[in-house]
Every structure is written in C-alpha cells, then in structure tokens.
C-alpha cells in the first residue's frame, strides 16, 4: 500500500536537501530519500571539505609573510590530522541537515529509489525492504559519480577520485600525480601541495579551458601557482597504469614513465540515473546521460522536475541550489518560470579564488551587446595591503547604453563571498547603481567593488544610469 505526500525528493545533495526544506517551510507535505551519506557529494566529499582543506591550505601559504609580520616560527602541514579535521566539519553539519529536516517533520527515507510509475517510488533499504511512496510531485535530485576513464584502474586502493580521497583513509605516501585540469584539478593542486604531498599535475589540456573566466584571470591564478612551484604539465595522454603494494606506475604517450605512491583523478562526473528506472514515468535523458527537461525543470512527465548534477553539465552546488528554489516555487505556483543562469555565480578555490557571473565581453558581444569595463586592483586596497593578499582584481561589465549589469569576475582573496555583491543585486539594471549607493565598512576588500564601479561610471560616461540624479 503507497503512502500519499505532497512532494518526495530523491537525493539529499544541496539540490534535494534545500528542496526538502523549501517545500516544508512553503507548507507541502514532504518526503526526502537518500540511498548513501546524507548531504549527497557536496557535504560528504564535495564542497564542504574542499571548502575545509582550501582555508587549511591557505593558512599554510601565508607563511612567507609571517616573519616579516612579527611571526616567528614555522608550520609544517599535517594531513592526516587536516583529515580529520574535514570528517569532523562534515559530521556535525549533518547533524544539523538531520536536525532541520526533523524539525520540519520532512519524512527523511533511507534507502535506493525507484520509479514504479509515473508518480509513484519504491524505496528499498539494505535489507532489503520497501515502501512504496505516491507523490504529487517529484523532484530527481541525485547528482553525479566520479568518471574513472582508462586506463585508470577502477576500486584501486591507490588510484583516489575525491569521491573516495575524503571519505576513506588516505594511502601511505605523499608524491601524488594529480590527473586533469577541470576544477577538481585546479583546487586539489594547490590544497595537496600545501597540504605536505609532491604533487605532479598532469592533463591533456589547459588549466580550467571549459569555464570562461578571463585570461587576465586565469594568467593570475597561473602566476600564483607558480609562485608556489606549483605546475601543470601537459601530457598528450595515458598509456598505462599499474598499481602495485605501495606505488603506482603511469605511463604517458610520450614514452616518460613516472612512479607515484597514489593518483588523484579529477577526471569529471557522470549523472545518477542507473537506478531510478525512468521509462517507467516516461522521463528521457541525453546521449550524455542528464535527464533532460525544459526551461522550468520539469522533466517529460510535468510533476516530475530534475535539478542538479543529475541534469545540469555545470555540477555545482550552486546551480543545484538555484534550482531547488525554482523548482519548488513552479510546484507551489503551478508555474513556469524559468531561471536567469547568468546571475548563479562561478567560484573556484586554487591558490586564488576566481569568481564570476554573467557575460563576459566575448559573450556580450556575441549577445550584441556593447560591453563597458570597470576595474579595480586589490594592489592599492589599504585591506589587502595589511593582509599580504595584493594578487587580483574586480572587473565589471555594463552595457554601454543602459548601464545594467552584464557580467562581473573577481579575482583574490574572499573573492567567492565579494561576489554576493553581485549575485544578490535586485536586479541587473539596476545592479550597478545599487553598487554605487551603498554603504561600505572600511577598509575592507569589498570597497574594490564601489572602485570598479564608479571606475566604469566615469570611464564610460554612465554617471547617470548609476549615480542616479
Ligand atoms: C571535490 C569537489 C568539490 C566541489 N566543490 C564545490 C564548490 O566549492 N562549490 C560548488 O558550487 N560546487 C562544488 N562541487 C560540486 C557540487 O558538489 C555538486 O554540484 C553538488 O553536490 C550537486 O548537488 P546535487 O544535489 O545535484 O547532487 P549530489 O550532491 O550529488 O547529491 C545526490 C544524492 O542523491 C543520492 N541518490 C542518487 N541516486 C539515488 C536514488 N536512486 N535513490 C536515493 N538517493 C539517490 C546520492 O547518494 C547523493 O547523496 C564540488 C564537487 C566536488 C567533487
Ligand atoms: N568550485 C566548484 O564549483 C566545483 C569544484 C569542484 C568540482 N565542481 C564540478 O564538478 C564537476 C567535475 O569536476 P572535474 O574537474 O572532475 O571535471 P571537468 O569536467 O571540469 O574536468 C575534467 C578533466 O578531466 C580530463 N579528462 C577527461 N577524460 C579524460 C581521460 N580519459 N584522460 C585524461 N584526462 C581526462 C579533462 O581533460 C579535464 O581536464 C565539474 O562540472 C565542476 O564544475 C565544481
């Protein structure tokens, strides 16, 4: 016999997890399943450790500076404890995902979903049992699991995806060849190396080349690297890998041969569709996998929505998130509105953090668009000055006529919270002078995005749009 709910969830990742709650709080009667750790990829081994392992990274990379601030003393790194410390982060913040859901009386539903029709789920447990759930709406948030591509060895106690680097013991040893150059690449690099490991970064093709963030961008994520002695080395591809008792040997299409004592694949993700049965609610996915659905997320079947990894090629916890509240509001309004997917923010955490929304001046000019550039250095930011955290900058595009908001990339320290600034604007005409108006602590690093901006303002001649009369 089906039990009956208003909406059930699969998948408890960012994109389950805030479409369980927001339903909750907007008054629906809600059921969540998850078949593995609760929190999905992003906080059990996404997101949350990363975000954990880069703030004990960039601890460690200030040290130059430190004598010349009066530090005296040196730090060494200590990885097994830095692991520790990320489970540790991780547990207690499931504790209060649980904590929440409970308090929402969300029905939270262990166990492995699939479809039996169009609105009705099996749920099936370890040992074995079912229950049937009936909802009105579902939404697919399952995610995506690491692709292990030859000939990388598949469940090799050597050869890590982050699927496994943050939730298992890590191998004995610290020379680590790191394979790809996406944004798992790009972030592990600089963590493992300041983390203690001779890291040998390895990829066919260059550093983060699928994400259009600027060149001035990518050359000053590139120049710290450097700084740091750490260095993409470009391979025209992988013959041969064998894992051994203690090491692994990699051999490249060049002939050079390398040794290692384990591999790090940053080598994307695949969406989770294997076992949700999807014919049965006559629900499609594309030649790569993601379920397919149109501009509202509602999948082939119209109470059925996809969001997240599961569906999107860009896999981030923010579109997951952006998604979720999309979704939920077209359920709660049986409406069709759609998202605007310039506005959901970009961050990678490397040596820098790189962050950006909206077009960037080839797109806008693609577009048609006339694209008006302000920029701002942290070089002369009074607070980054006292920081010893100079590297970056904040660029801002506007259209030339109107003065709204097309796009904006900020390169440096704090960069992924300083692009709230942006995200949260009301609305992209307006976003600008919204900028303009407001009030600012000082000194802060945020202050380089009221320069940028009365920059662009007086460069361009777009003093009235944004300062206003
Ligand atoms: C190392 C790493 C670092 C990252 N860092 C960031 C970051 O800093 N910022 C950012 O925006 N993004 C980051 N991401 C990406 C981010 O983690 C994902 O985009 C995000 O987790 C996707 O959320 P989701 O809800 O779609 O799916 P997931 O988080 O993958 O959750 C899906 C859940 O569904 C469950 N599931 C699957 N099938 C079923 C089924 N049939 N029945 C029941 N449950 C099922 C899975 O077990 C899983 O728990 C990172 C990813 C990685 C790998
Ligand atoms: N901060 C963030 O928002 C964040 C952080 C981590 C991951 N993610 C998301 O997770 C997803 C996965 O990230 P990723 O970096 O693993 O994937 P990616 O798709 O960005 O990069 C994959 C890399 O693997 C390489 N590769 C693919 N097949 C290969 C093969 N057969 N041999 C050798 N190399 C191969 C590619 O050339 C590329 O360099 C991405 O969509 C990313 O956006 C986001």
Not at 273 to 278: D, F, I, K, R
Not at 299 to 303: E, H
Not at 401 to 406: H, I, P, Q, R, T
């Given at each position: 016999m089906a039990e009956h709910t208003d909406l059930a969830v699969i998948g408890s990742g960012p994109g389950g997890y805030r479409a369980a709650v927001l339903g909750a709080l907007r008054g629906l009667k809600v059921s969540i399943i998850e078949k593995?750790?609760?929190?999905?990829c992003c906080l059990n081994h996404g997101c949350v450790p990363k975000k954990d392992w880069h703030h004990t990274a960039r601890l460690l990379a200030a040290q130059p500076s430190f004598s010349e601030r009066g530090i005296q003393g040196a730090l060494r790194p200590d990885i097994e404890a830095a692991w520790q410390h990320q489970r540790q982060v991780v547990a207690t913040v499931q504790d209060s995902y649980a904590g929440y859901l409970a308090h929402l009386k969300v029905d939270s539903v262990q166990g492995c979903a699939r479809f039996l029709d169009a609105q009705t789920l099996e749920v099936r447990n370890d040992q074995n049992s079912s229950r049937e759930i009936h909802a009105q709406h579902i939404i697919i948030a399952t995610g995506a699991s690491a692709h292990i591509p030859s000939p990388f060895p598949e469940n090799a106690a050597r050869v890590l995806t982050t699927d496994r680097l943050f939730t298992q013991a890590l191998p004995s040893g610290r020379r680590v060849a790191l394979i790809g150059s996406g944004v798992v690449a790009t972030e592990m690099a600089f963590i493992l190396t300041q983390l203690g490991c001779e890291v040998h970064w390895l990829a066919r093709?260059?550093?983060?080349?699928?994400?259009?963030?600027s060149r001035p961008a990518r050359d000053t994520l590139i120049k710290e690297l450097t700084r740091q002695g750490i260095e993409l080395q470009r391979t025209k591809g992988f013959v041969a890998v064998k894992e051994t008792q203690n090491h692994v040997h990699i051999r490249l299409e060049e002939g050079r041969e390398l040794e290692v004592d384990w591999v790090c694949l940053g080598t994307g993700r695949k969406p989770h569709?294997?076992?949700?049965?999807?014919t049965a609610a006559g629900i499609n996915t594309d030649t790569q996998g993601f379920i397919q659905r149109d501009a509202s997320l509602r999948?082939?079947?119209?109470?059925c929505f996809a969001i997240g990894d599961v569906a999107n090629s860009l896999m981030t916890a923010n579109h997951a998130l952006a998604e979720a509240t999309l979704a939920v509001d077209n359920i709660i309004h049986e409406a069709d509105k759609s998202l605007d997917w310039q506005q959901i923010p970009m961050v990678v955490y490397s040596a820098l953090e790189l962050a950006r929304l909206g077009h960037d001046e080839d797109s806008a000019e693609d577009a048609g668009l006339e694209p008006a550039v302000g920029f701002a250095a942290f070089q002369t930011s009074p607070c980054a000055l006292g920081q010893d955290d100079i590297s970056g900058f904040v660029r801002l595009l506007a259209d030339m006529?109107?003065?709204?908001?097309?796009g904006g990339e900020i390169v440096g320290g704090s960069a992924g919270e300083l692009i709230h600034l942006l995200s949260l604007a009301p609305d992209t005409q307006s976003a600008l002078r919204w900028l303009a108006k407001g009030i600012y602590n000082h000194p802060?690093?945020?202050?380089e995005v009221l320069n940028a901006t009365e920059t662009l303002a007086n460069k361009w001649g777009l003093q009235e749009p944004i300062f206003g009369g």
């Open positions: 593995d750790a609760w929190g999905g093709s260059p550093m983060l080349n699928r994400l259009n963030f569709t294997q076992a949700l049965n999807l999948t082939a079947n119209r109470n006529d109107s003065g709204a908001m097309l802060a690093r945020a202050e």
